[in-house]
């Protein structure tokens, strides 16, 4: 297994590296556990509520009881379940629920879905400090891990314009590009893949620049705003671009409620991110922070 979760000490206590030795001499990679945190430092999450009908509002797999989702039933078909993802390049570990290191990404499910419910929250930007820690990775294997709640329904979408990754993760072809849609030239529900049930994907086959920009339009917001209310997802994760050296995600900040970040055992430093920290500070909540390629780390 290749991926752990880290204990989200104030910065200023952690080693040099994210993944590093702390200040009692304890492998930060070793604290395993993932402390979702930052909520009781920022107010309200931008305002939102829990819609009628969340699943959240019950446990944490859903009080809904399979009633057809709204919206859902119009997006493509791609698969039944997530069993092709075994052969997708990017490891799509959560598609083994018997593999251990799937059972890391269970753990994250089940901290996310807490901090979700208690705050009424469903919005995450899942992002990282610089290229290359793991987002896509991340974020592919924890939607793949929500989408086994049979009664939580999870969207996923490629917000990382300018270098998309998902459709090559999930290996699904021809997806067509995502700023059609975004820009309000396509109805969101004609671009949207569905795999199952309750995972929905929203991918991206070109890569555009410009995301900040985009972001920040009213009638991108507008169609992010509206594909929640048509398909009330339980947890929409955002694949975003890296924080530092690009204002995409601080852009798209006031479209979410919170922010997983993902960290590279062998090469995420600390002040990368308390740099991030500081981007976010009163604005959203950092929910946590993942610490991946640990064990890559450690074996060095
Ligand atoms: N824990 C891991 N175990 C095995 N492979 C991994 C792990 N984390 C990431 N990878 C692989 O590393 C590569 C880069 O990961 P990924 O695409 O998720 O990075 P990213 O942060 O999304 O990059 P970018 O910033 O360019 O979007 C991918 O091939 C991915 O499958
Ligand atoms: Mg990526």
């Not at 009664?151 to 979408?157: E, G, Q, Y």
Request: hydrophobic share 40%.
């Amino acid at each position: 297994m290749r991926f752990g979760m880290i204990r989200k000490e104030p910065v200023t206590d952690m080693g040099e590296r994210a993944g590093g030795t702390g200040p009692d001499g304890t492998a930060i990679a070793e604290a395993a556990g993932l402390t979702l945190r930052g909520a009781a430092r920022v107010p309200a999450a931008n305002g939102r509520r829990v819609p009628a009908g969340s699943s959240l509002n019950g446990t944490e797999n859903g009080a809904e009881n399979g009633r057809p989702a709204p919206g859902w039933s119009r997006l493509r078909l791609v698969a039944q379940d997530m069993r092709h993802g075994a052969r997708a390049r990017v490891r799509l570990i959560s598609c083994r629920p018997e593999d251990p290191a799937s059972r890391s990404f269970d753990q994250l499910r089940t901290r996310l879905l807490h901090a979700l419910r208690d705050h009424g929250w469903h919005r995450i930007a899942v992002t990282a400090p610089a290229r290359g820690c793991g987002t896509t990775f991340v974020a592919a294997n924890l939607a793949i891990s929500l989408s086994r709640l049979s009664n939580v329904r999870t969207l996923l979408m490629d917000l990382n314009l300018a270098q998309p990754g998902l459709a090559r993760a999930f290996d699904i072809g021809n997806v067509g590009a995502l700023d059609p849609v975004l820009t309000g030239a396509q109805a969101p529900d004609t671009h949207l893949f569905r795999i199952g049930a309750n995972l929905a994907l929203g991918l991206n086959d070109r890569p555009v620049g410009g995301g900040a920009a985009l972001f920040q339009h009213p009638v991108t917001r507008d169609i992010l705003d509206g594909m929640q209310a048509s398909l009330r997802p339980d947890v929409t994760l955002y694949d975003l671009p890296p924080m530092l050296g690009r204002d995409d995600v601080e852009a798209f900040l006031p479209q979410v409620d919170g922010v997983l970040l993902v960290t590279d055992g062998t090469r995420t430093v600390g002040r990368q991110i308390a740099e991030c920290e500081r981007l976010l500070d009163g604005r959203t909540p950092l929910l946590g922070v993942v610490l991946n390629r640990a064990e890559t780390r450690k074996s060095r």
